[in-house]
């Protein structure tokens, strides 16, 4: 990242990625 502060809706973008992918990893391990 060559900026310091990231703008409100690219971290937005990555908080809402980061909870699909828990959720993704979770139902992916549950049904294992």
């Given at each position: 990242?060559?900026?310091s502060m990231p703008?409100?809706?690219l971290h937005r973008i990555n908080?809402?990625?980061?909870?699909?992918?828990?959720t993704i990893v979770t139902h992916y391990t549950?049904?294992?």
């Open positions: 990242m060559n900026t703008p409100p809706l908080s809402t990625l980061r909870i699909i992918n828990n549950y049904h294992q």
